[in-house]
């Protein structure tokens, strides 16, 4: 997601008790400064994420400034350039990929365009069919 919060889905996601990690999130000078304009509401909308894994110690900074709690956030660096995996991070994901779904197939279409949304619900169909 980066730096899109979107208030309808995250009250969604909460309200279903369904966790939400924002990935490779980045957070500018100046977009941190329109979010801290709505102060409560933010602090509020940012209660509900389960994780933010920010891109670099300042993006995770502007989030905490915000009313993220330091246990909802983690620096991990630009996921699509800086990421390798050890063994600790593949224990972690199995670990998470255990709480969250064990008995769910999950799939994730992310950075779509313009048309690729039809194409994406002609898989998922037939992934349902499959599993």
């Not at 990690?21 to 509900?48: C, D, H, T």
């Amino acid at each position: 997601m980066e730096t899109e919060l979107w208030p309808n889905m995250i009250a969604t996601l909460h309200k279903r008790k369904i966790p939400l990690v924002i990935a490779n999130a980045r957070l500018s000078e100046r977009s941190a400064k329109g979010y801290a304009r709505l102060g409560k509401f933010m602090r509020r909308l940012l209660s509900r994420i389960t994780l933010i894994a920010a891109q670099n110690e300042e993006d995770a900074n502007r989030f905490i400034s915000l009313g993220l709690k330091r246990n909802q956030l983690a620096v991990t660096g630009s996921l699509k350039f800086d990421i390798s995996v050890t063994p600790e991070l593949a224990a972690r994901a199995i670990t998470l990929r255990r709480q969250w779904a064990p008995h769910r197939q999950v799939w994730i279409a992310t950075s779509t365009h313009d048309g690729e949304e039809q194409i994406i619900l002609q898989a998922h169909r037939k992934l349902l069919e499959t599993f």
